[in-house]
């Protein structure tokens, strides 16, 4: 399978943006001037965004991105997971990690998943079964006496579509399915002081397409879909977006009649299910004999 190198440059531009992300987070920062600065950095280096930058905070494992009129600050102490994909003619880069504000308390935390991320990497060849993937993520991150959330998983990634076959496990699922050359993956540990699972919380303002083509009678709800259509296609994107080219009470009027008519989909926010603080680490990693980390540029 030949790679272009298209997504290369997306791997690259994703593991900057994440490099200058990390280095924006800190006391007293709002949400929105973080991810703005962030997503302002990947269009500047010609990247889009794959999927709005997410910023999820302590117990909160995964999707939260600001809303248009978000007012969170970073506060010491805060476990953040700073999540972001940059894609570039839809091959995406996906990769994230965790910054600790102002404080070095939970470093163990930090340091077992992106331990776990790095086990991980090392088996990722051609011939490996996902579940021994797996098996080797949990044994890092229970070696400090945490647990891996065992419903999320890593993921493939293809062209246009952030989430694709086949599920990367974060404990041993004993899946025999094999990796092959060429795949490329979405390898993404999650560390918890919790029970390791997550559940569904309230709506996170990420959103994607449903049913591409199809359309909407009424004129409002039609301008916006049409927009999310030529902007992000099937790709993930914020209530935040939208409210740039249009007023902030017609785009929550169109969201809600979009989603009731099932053409698009909200996502959920990802709380850990006992509100245990939880680490990331994510890289995005091309599988061959000698597997090409897309979205590592600083280490």
């Known amino acids: 399978m030949d790679i272009p190198d298209e997504w290369k440059k997306a791997g690259r531009i994703a593991g900057e943006a994440r490099v200058f992300g990390a280095s924006l987070i800190k006391e ?25 930058v997410q910023i999820s905070v302590n117990g909160l494992a995964a999707h939260y991105t600001p809303f248009p009129e978000d007012s969170s600050v970073f506060k010491r102490g805060d476990i953040v997971k700073l999540d972001l994909g940059v894609h570039i003619n839809g091959y995406i880069g996906d990769t994230a990690v965790t910054v600790e504000v102002a404080s070095k308390e939970k470093t163990d935390l930090i340091k077992a998943s992106k331990e776990a991320l790095d086990a991980a990497l090392k088996l990722a060849k051609p011939g490996i079964k996902v579940g ?8 890092v991150i229970e070696s400090y006496n945490l647990k891996p959330i065992r419903n999320l998983s890593g993921h493939g990634v293809s062209r246009f ?37 997550v559940k569904e919380g309230k709506g996170s303002g990420n959103y994607r397409l449903a049913f591409p083509e199809k359309q909407v009678r009424d004129a409002n709800a039609r301008k916006v879909l049409d927009y999310i259509r030529e902007e992000f296609y099937t790709l993930p994107f914020a209530k935040r977006y939208l409210v740039k080219k249009f007023e902030l009470s017609k785009v929550t009027i169109a969201l809600v009649m979009l989603e009731r008519a099932g053409l698009i989909y909200e996502y959920a926010q990802l709380p850990e299910k006992t509100n245990g603080l939880t680490s990331q680490h994510e890289h995005t990693v091309i599988v061959g004999e000698k597997s090409e980390i897309i979205t590592r540029v600083d280490e």
Do not use: C, M, W
């Not at 021994?132 to 044994?139: D, L, M, N, S, T």
């Not at 076959?165 to 540990?189: F, H, M, R, T």
């Open 132 to 139: 021994e993937i797996g098996a080797a993520v949990a044994r």
């Open 28 to 52: 007293g920062r709002t949400f929105l001037e973080v991810s703005g600065e962030i997503e302002e950095f990947i269009f500047k280096k010609g990247g889009k965004l794959g999927f709005p």
């Open 161 to 197: 579509t952030l989430h694709d076959a086949p599920s990367i496990p974060n404990y041993n699922n004993k899946d025999p399915l094999v990796l092959k050359e060429g795949q490329v993956l979405a390898i993404e540990p999650f560390a918890t002081e919790g029970v390791g699972l």
